[in-house]
């Protein structure tokens, strides 16, 4: 096996090291009933070392098949400890935690990766614009939308007490299979139209495919099972710090299931690799709007308490900008340092406003 990880640096070698320890450390301490500090400190170190390796693995599928199949092999990996995370808590009966998860990865990646991802590569741009392809940008910003539109119309029912509002479970239902089904005939073409490269673009000996295949999914799985245990570590220190349900959903679990795509986008950005950066990120926006945020709908079915397109009027505001912002500095396939921190603003300024709810 060592001779198939030949290809790997150093670096990344301790790194996979680390990461099988950190999690076989973790998952001692979740189970073993270790104190909480130890069993968070011990998470959130593999929770790191578990998203270096995506990256790496990531990179390595990029070298052969390009940033489309890659940034949806890579998202969907990523978005595993949120798909956990829902499911655990629906069946508890915890819809308002599940809700939060879902809208808060999104803004997560929408604002505050997608900004510092736009603010690393451009700054790693000879001229300090970021460039990439612009049909990524424009197709997410389309299935944004989308599930936006869904979003508000449900909202604006429930205001208006019309007699569509006594239904929102069916019509949420309806409008997740429609909106999976749209995703769908957006995504197959988007990954079969891409062509394969030939070599990695830096000239880098690449691992056997089978190889980064199995550290891909072995490290999304290790992901979602290590934030699972991250947020029971995190839950009493939440609550020993008096910070509000909102605040832990949209913001700490949030950030706490999205370290993958945290730390391969902004590694990929600082690389130069804008495309693969932007897939990555803009997949796994994509992934939870118009795949994941569905799926979880429809399988709340099992479960006695249903999720729904229902959110509060202050998150259906933000996530209607959020979708306008994102299309506005995206869709010219091209951007500079500012506007990548104005979308970090934008998630500071939520994240502020959920510290108080």
């Known amino acids: 096996m060592s001779s198939r ?24 301490a979740r189970y073993a009933g270790w104190p909480s500090g130890v069993a968070f400190a011990l998470a ?28 949806v092999l890579q ?37 505050l990766v997608l900004g510092l991802v736009i603010v690393t590569g451009a700054r790693a741009a000879p001229d300090g614009v970021m ?37 929102v479970t069916a019509v949420s239902t309806v409008a997740a299979i429609a909106l999976l089904a749209v995703y769908a005939t957006w995504v197959v073409p988007y990954v079969r139209n891409e062509e394969p490269v030939e070599a990695d673009e830096g000239g880098r000996e690449l691992l056997p495919l089978a190889v980064a295949l199995v550290i891909l999914a072995l490290a999304g799985v290790g992901s979602a099972f290590v934030s699972d245990w991250f947020i029971k570590a995190l839950e009493p220190t939440m609550n020993g710090l008096g910070v509000s349900d909102a605040f832990a959903g949209l913001v700490v679990v949030a950030i706490a299931g999205n370290a993958v795509e945290n730390a391969t986008g902004l590694v990929l950005a ?15 926006v994509s992934q939870i709007s118009a795949f994941l945020f569905p799926l979880l709908v429809l399988v709340s079915l099992l479960f006695a308490h249903h999720l729904t397109f229902a959110l509060a009027p202050v998150y259906i505001g933000a996530l209607a900008l959020t979708a306008i912002s994102v299309w506005q500095i995206t869709g010219d396939g091209e951007a500079v340092a500012f506007e990548g921190w104005a979308l970090v603003a934008t998630y500071v300024v939520l994240a502020t406003l959920t510290l108080y709810e």
């Open 44 to 71: 959130t170190i593999a929770l790191a070392a578990l998203a270096h390796i995506v990256s790496v693995g990531t990179e390595q599928v990029g070298g052969r098949y390009g940033p489309a199949v890659t940034g």
């Open 270 to 284: 600082a690389k130069g690799k804008s495309d693969l950066a932007v897939s990555v990120v803009k997949n796994s």
């Open 75 to 111: 998202s969907t990996l990523g978005n595993l400890p949120e798909l956990f995370i829902v499911v655990f808590a629906l069946r508890a009966g915890q819809v308002v935690v599940a809700q939060t998860s879902i809208i808060g990865s999104l803004f997560a990646n929408a604002l």
């Open 5 to 28: 990880l030949a290809a790997l640096s150093r670096v990344e070698r301790i790194s996979l090291l680390v990461a099988v320890l950190a999690t076989a450390a973790a998952g001692v």
């Open 131 to 167: 460039r990439f392809k612009r049909r990524l940008p424009n197709d997410t910003a389309t299935l944004l939308l989308l599930a936006t539109f869904i979003i508000v119309i449900v909202g604006i029912s429930l205001s208006s007490h019309d007699p569509a509002s006594h239904h």
